[in-house]
């Protein structure tokens, strides 16, 4: 692990789970060294779930991070400072089928103890394992208006992945 980080216990993180999500967002990265690809990402969470912390991340199945995240087991979410907001908003407009999103400028990659990448620009990232996943389905909303974020059908594939360690800056 990049030695700017500092291994922290996932379940004393003093962060404000919704602001990291809905301000902060994140960066799904999924893939390996050398093969990966990443979105930004703002649906999802953080909790506890089979007595584990868990992240709970939604790819829709269109998405190039789609075809990753269902070949490798592992995939980092990582939350960075407004400093790198063009980052994130690059990530979350463009497709990895059309740019080269493993070699954008102000991103360092590297590899996790679990064989995923993240960034030494982040300053949290949560490394996780896929332990299930489950597609939604519009049978399932019980508030009908959810169906409004689904013009085209493209329901969202939901992951809940362990969170196997936690690091941040030092």
Known sequence: ???SFKLTDV?????????L?????????AGIAGKYNMMTAAWGGLGILWRKPVAYIFIRPQRYTYE???KYPNLTISFFGEDQRH???LCGSKSGRDIDKMNIDGLTP???DSGAVSFKEARLILDCRKIY?????PSGFVDQSIDKNYPIKDYHRMY???ILNAYSKK
């Open 87 to 89: 980052i994130l908003n």
């Open 21 to 29: 999500l809905e301000s902060d967002w994140m960066l799904l990265t």
């Open 11 to 19: 379940l004393n993180l003093k962060e404000n789970v919704f602001h």
């Open 133 to 137: 996943f489950d597609d939604l389905e």
């Open 1 to 3: 692990m990049d030695p």
């Open 68 to 70: 990753f995240a269902e």
């Open 160 to 162: 809940v992945c362990e």
């Open 110 to 112: 590297i590899e996790m």
